[in-house]
């Protein structure tokens, strides 16, 4: 079946430790996002790539770092710079082009949660 | 960027409708509307969007003001599975920059048996 796929579901790190969260998709689309949540609130945009070899900051980009070598590939490193790891990350995807049957909806994945010891 | 405003939680009992409510005054020409849910500890799923007409699928309606300054979803015979957050976006359809792609905090729609 087609979709995004994260993985692991459940993470712990130590302190002063990267670690990196996978998100694969195989339903072709150019656009690929990762979102951060914490207990309670929405979701925050940390990097959003539109198409392969290029991406951009979202609004909390600082301690994270990505790459998008491959379309169906989008991984993010959550690196020991980042103060407050401790989250809910989301990664999603959407068919960059309007227009035609394209609704413009985000695609999720199931999440990645991720503890801090 | 257009923004949206929510109520933080709503009740509801099963099987009667719920409608929730979105304020978007600021809402671009060319922006849809689109709602959806996050059950607890999951991905957010995709409900419905709509650009000035209202709309209806398996799942919901979404009725739009005639000046598309405020939004309404209805899910009109609500289950206990109904419950999770529902969030309220505005963007452009098939946009893909970052700016149009905030969630905020949504609302807590709990429905009681």
């Not at chain 1, 990097?47 to 998008?68: C, L, M, T």
């Not at chain 1, 068919?95 to 695609?107: M, P, R, V, Y």
């Not at chain 2, 959806?36 to 919901?60: D, F, V, W």
């Not at chain 2, 999770?84 to 949504?106: D, P, Q």
């Amino acid at each position: 079946d087609g979709g995004i796929t994260q993985s692991p579901k459940y993470l712990f790190r130590k302190e002063g430790q990267n670690v990196t969260l996978s998100c694969e998709q195989n339903l072709n689309h150019d656009a690929m996002y990762w979102y951060r949540q914490d207990p309670g609130q929405g979701l925050r945009l940390i990097y959003y790539s539109q198409i392969v070899n290029d991406f951009q900051k979202g609004d909390i980009a600082e301690g994270y770092s990505v790459s998008r070598e491959k379309k169906e590939s989008f991984p993010l490193t959550v690196t020991s710079a980042q103060k407050n790891p401790t989250a809910f990350y989301l990664c999603a995807s959407s068919i960059a082009a309007t227009g035609g049957l394209n609704t413009g909806e985000l695609f999720f994945g199931e999440g990645s949660r991720l503890t801090v010891l | 960027d257009a923004k949206t405003t929510q109520p933080p939680s709503m009740d509801c009992a099963e099987g009667r409708a719920a409608n929730l409510p979105c304020n978007h005054s600021t809402i671009s020409g060319n922006e849809y509307v689109y709602w959806y849910r996050q059950i607890h500890s999951q991905g957010p799923q995709y409900i419905i969007h709509g650009l000035k007409n209202n709309e209806t699928n398996e799942m919901a309606s979404l009725i739009i003001t005639e000046d598309r300054k405020s939004s309404t979803l209805i899910l009109p015979h609500a289950t206990l599975r109904d419950t999770a957050v529902y969030y309220c976006i505005v963007r452009v359809a098939g946009e893909t920059s970052g700016s149009r792609l905030t969630f905020g905090e949504g609302t807590q729609l709990t429905v009681n048996p």
